[in-house]
C-alpha cells in the first residue's frame, strides 16, 4: 500500500519552499538576517532548515496541516540560531527530533 501527501501537506511545503526563497521565513523573526548568504555555499544547511519543517509539521486524520506557521517558525528559529549563534529572545532551545534528518 502506498500513499501520497494530501494536497494540503504538499501546499505546506511548496509555501514554506516558497518563503525560504523570497527570503521572507519565519517573518518577522529573521527580520535584517540575510540568511542567503550564510546558507548559498552549505546546501546541507539548508536541507536541515526543511527537516525542522517538516519535522515540526503536524498532519491531521485527512492530512492537512494543523501548525504549518508554528512549523514555520520552528525552522526560522534554526535558521536564526544558525545564523547568529543565539536562539531568538523567547523561543524555546530546538530538540534534537526537530533537527533530525531521515
Request: contains cysteine.
Amino acid at each position: 500500500m502506498s500513499f501520497r501527501l494530501s494536497h494540503g501537506a504538499s501546499g505546506a511545503i511548496r509555501r514554506f519552499a516558497g518563503w525560504v526563497a523570497r527570503g521572507s521565513v519565519g517573518h518577522p523573526m529573521l527580520e535584517g538576517i540575510n540568511y542567503w548568504d550564510e546558507l548559498k555555499d552549505s546546501p546541507s544547511q539548508m536541507e536541515t532548515c526543511f527537516a525542522v519543517f517538516a519535522n515540526v509539521l503536524e498532519l491531521d486524520d485527512q492530512g492537512l496541516p494543523i501548525n504549518e506557521k508554528y512549523a514555520e517558525r520552528r525552522a526560522a528559529t534554526w535558521l536564526y540560531l544558525y545564523c547568529t549563534g543565539e536562539l531568538p529572545p523567547g523561543e524555546p532551545d530546538l530538540e534534537p527530533w526537530e533537527c533530525a534528518l531521515y
